[in-house]
C-alpha cells in the first residue's frame, strides 16, 4: 500500500461527508460493538484517567529506586550490588515496576486491540478504515485516524507486543519472585529477557506514534485537529519558563479552548462543512466526555491514560 497525499485524503473526507449523514451510523452497531463501546466508554471515565496518571507517575518512581539499587547507588550495606536489605528492596521495586507495567498494558489492550481489527480491515460489519475515518467509518479529525493505514498497523502490531511480552514478563516475576531465584539460572535469563523486550517494544511503540502524529499534524493547517499531549506540554514550558511568556500564554489558551469545545462538542470528531459544524458521533466516548486533560485522548488511551 502506498503513502495517500494529504490533500487527496482531504478531498475523499470531505466528500465522504456530502454522501453519508455522519450523525447516523450505518449499518447499525452490532451487539458485539455495543459492548466494545461500553468497554471502551467505562476506561475513558475520569476514574480511569486519574488511575493511568497515577501508575505513570507510580513508574517513575519506582523506576528511579530500581534504577539506583541495580547501580549501587545506595548507603544501606556493602557491597553496594549484592547485600540485604539492598536485596529485598531491588525485588520489591521491580515487582512494584511491573504490576505497574502490567496494569498499563491490561487497560489498554482492548483500545489496542479494536485499533487493529479496524486497522487489518477485520472488523465486522466492516467499516471504513481509510485515512480520517474512524472505528465506525465516519470522517473524524481525531489525528490517530489519519496516520498512513500501513503505520498504523506497524504501530499496533508493535503495541500488541508489548502487551504479550509483558504478560510473559510478569508471569516470570512471578515464578521468580525473590532476589535469589531471579538473580540465578535460568530466573535470571527469562525474567530479563522478558523484561528487555517489553521495554523495547513499548518506546518503540510510544516514538513511532509521536513520529508519525508529528508529521500528520505538520502536514495540515494548525488548526485541523485538536491539540495533542505534547502540544499542551511545550505550551505549558513556554508559558513558565521559556521566553515571549505573553504569546505563549495566549497561544495555550488557544489551545485548551479549541480541545474543550471540540471534545464537548463531539470527542474531537468535529468537521466542518460549508461553514457549518457536522458532528460525527463517538460511542467509545465517556458519555459527558469529560478528560483531566484537555487535549485529544487517542494516543494517552493507547498507553491506558
Given at each position: 500500500m502506498t503513502e495517500a497525499d494529504p490533500a487527496e485524503d482531504k478531498d475523499t473526507v470531505e466528500d465522504a461527508e456530502d454522501d453519508v449523514d455522519p450523525a447516523v451510523i450505518?449499518?447499525?452497531p452490532s451487539a458485539t460493538e455495543n459492548h466494545r463501546d461500553w468497554l471502551l466508554r467505562t476506561l475513558d471515565r475520569p476514574f480511569f484517567q486519574a488511575l493511568g496518571i497515577v501508575v505513570l507517575l507510580l513508574v517513575i518512581g519506582t523506576g528511579a529506586?530500581?534504577?539506583?539499587?541495580?547501580?549501587?547507588?545506595?548507603?544501606?550495606c556493602r557491597p553496594r550490588t549484592d547485600c540485604d536489605p539492598r536485596n529485598w528492596w531491588y525485588s520489591w521495586s521491580i515487582q512494584a515496576l511491573n504490576v505497574c507495567f502490567t496494569y498499563m498494558a491490561t487497560a489498554s489492550m482492548p483500545w489496542r486491540c479494536t485499533n487493529a481489527i479496524h486497522t487489518f480491515g477485520w472488523s465486522c460489519p466492516h467499516r471504513s478504515n481509510a485515512v480520517g475515518h474512524d472505528l465506525y467509518g465516519l470522517t473524524t479529525r481525531d489525528?490517530?485516524?489519519?496516520?498512513p493505514a500501513v503505520r498504523r498497523g506497524g504501530i499496533l502490531v508493535v503495541l500488541l507486543l508489548n502487551?504479550?511480552?509483558?504478560?510473559?514478563?510478569?508471569?516470570?516475576?512471578i515464578k521468580y519472585y525473590t532476589y535469589e531465584l531471579q538473580d540465578t539460572s535460568p530466573g535470571n535469563i527469562w525474567t530479563n529477557v522478558f523484561f528487555a523486550a517489553s521495554f523495547l517494544f513499548a518506546g518503540i511503540g510510544g516514538s513511532w506514534m509521536a513520529y508519525e502524529l508529528g508529521r500528520v499534524r505538520k502536514q495540515h493547517p494548525p488548526d485541523f485537529f485538536p491539540p495533542g499531549p505534547i502540544d499542551l506540554a511545550r505550551n505549558y514550558w513556554r508559558q513558565h519558563w521559556g521566553e515571549k511568556k505573553e504569546e505563549a500564554k495566549e497561544e495555550l489558551a488557544g489551545l485548551e479552548s479549541a480541545a474543550g469545545?471540540?471534545?464537548?462538542q463531539g470527542g474531537g470528531d468535529e468537521q466542518?462543512?460549508?461553514g457549518s459544524a457536522v458532528q460525527n458521533p463517538d460511542p467509545t466516548r465517556e458519555v459527558k466526555r469529560r478528560s483531566l486533560i484537555p487535549t485529544n485522548r487517542s494516543s494517552m488511551r493507547m498507553f491506558a491514560m
Open positions: 450505518l449499518p447499525p529506586l530500581f534504577f539506583f539499587l541495580l547501580m549501587g547507588w545506595q548507603t544501606l489525528i490517530w485516524f489519519w496516520v502487551c504479550l511480552t509483558q504478560y510473559a514478563n510478569q508471569g516470570t516475576r469545545g471540540i471534545d464537548s466542518q462543512q460549508n
